[in-house]
């Protein structure tokens, strides 16, 4: 996994990380796509990006079902950027929580798909532009984005230490999931499989 270089910068890290995983994964998408996916990863680094509403002095994601119907009623710019954020937050949580999302009335699947309605319907909205191929390219790979996120937020888990190697041991025992066995194996936790030639 790629070092974090102390002087370079977060969307730097994010790229290598993102290229790392997807030529892992063997993802390949359009430049401008990565870019975008990359700008998401530094932008919702910052915890408060996610979540939008103070509640009893608490900060708190605002449903996906209230941004969609926000987005219903806006005129085409805001629905535009209401969508785009229903689609972000979608894939990161996705991503990064899915096995948090798992014993929740909404589970990772309700993310998935609305995230890929979002992004679908921006790519709608956006049919003239530049950007709408990003879009539609986001809608059409949203699950191996899902999937490559995942990695990254398992290898920065595990990077982070035992107790974090253990959250994603636990997870790997309950699910079987195949690239956090790869994960644990590249960090030591079990043991790696050979390649045969």
């Known amino acids: 996994m790629s070092q974090l270089v102390l002087n370079g910068s977060l969307k730097e890290f994010f790229k290598l990380l993102v290229g ?36 009893e002095g608490r900060r708190e994601a605002e449903p996906l079902a209230l941004l969609y119907h926000r987005a219903l009623q806006q005129d ?11 689609g972000d937050v979608s894939l990161y949580t996705a991503g990064f929580f899915q096995q948090s999302l798992q014993d929740r009335v909404v589970g990772p699947d309700y993310y998935m798909q609305m995230g890929r309605t979002a992004y ?12 709408a191929a990003v879009y539609q390219e986001l809608h059409h790979k949203f699950t191996a984005l899902v999937e490559v996120l995942e990695e990254i937020s398992a290898r920065g888990m595990c990077a982070a230490g035992p107790q974090g190697q253990m959250q994603v041991f636990e997870t790997y025992a309950r699910t079987g999931n195949e690239r956090l066995r790869h994960v644990l194996a590249d960090v030591g936790m079990i043991p790696g499989t050979k390649l045969l030639n």
């Open 120 to 131: 679908g319907a921006v790519a709608e909205l956006t049919g003239a532009s530049a950007f």
């Open 20 to 55: 790392e995983v997807m030529r892992r994964q063997r993802v390949s998408l359009e430049e401008v796509t990565e870019f975008y996916l990359v700008n998401l990863l530094a932008e919702y680094a910052e915890a408060e990006k996610l979540f939008t509403q103070e509640l």
């Open 76 to 86: 085409r710019d805001e629905k535009i950027r209401t969508l785009r954020k229903l």
